[in-house]
């Protein structure tokens, strides 16, 4: 019965085509996978977005404390 089993699994995994079952194995992530995904445009446009939203803050804040910080006027 086992011999008979393992028969028919042999003969599905025959059928499938080796590109069928490399596609199931990229799909599976694991803990020594280090591979680092893609960068698309779409990823550098928010990263440029989010650096000039970050400058912009910066540049607000130090404003703000040139004001606070600023010598008193003599009068």
């Given at each position: 019965?086992?011999f008979?089993?393992?028969?028919e ?6 059928e499938q085509?080796p ?7 990229l799909?599976q ?6 591979r680092?995904s893609r ?5 550098l ?10 400058k ?18 003599a009068q």
């Amino acid at each position: 019965m086992k011999f008979l089993e393992l028969r028919e699994s042999v003969e599905e995994k025959e059928e499938q085509s080796p590109n069928d079952i490399f596609k199931g194995q990229l799909d599976q992530l694991r803990k020594t996978d280090t591979r680092r995904s893609r960068l698309t445009l779409m990823h550098l446009n928010k990263l440029r977005k989010m650096k000039e939203l970050r400058k912009a803050e910066v540049n607000k804040k130090a404003q703000k404390l040139g004001v606070i910080y600023a010598r008193a006027s003599a009068q």
